[in-house]
């Protein structure tokens, strides 16, 4: 039973150390080359993305200088 126990123990260290079955990119080096252009052009617009969820690329309202605020 122990031994039993140990292999299947090592069994699964194993499965879960070596990372992905099935590999994400082509074996073929051409068409592997494309696919992580791909996904470096997909990177490339996260700053981008994230400037246009905050409203970084919106115009800022604010006045560059100080105003009364009352009436003159």
Same mark, same amino acid.
């Given at each position: 039973? !122990?031994?039993?126990?140990?292999? %299947?123990l090592l069994l699964a260290v194993t499965v879960f150390d070596t990372g992905c079955i099935v590999p994400i990119y %082509? @074996? @073929? !080096?051409d068409i592997r080359a494309r696919q992580l252009i791909f996904v470096s052009e997909g990177l490339r617009h996260i700053p981008e993305i994230w400037e246009r969820i905050w409203g970084l690329d919106m115009p800022d309202v604010a006045t560059p200088y100080r105003t009364h605020g009352g009436v003159i």
């Open positions: 039973m !122990r031994k039993l126990l140990l292999t %299947s %082509s @074996s @073929s !080096r």
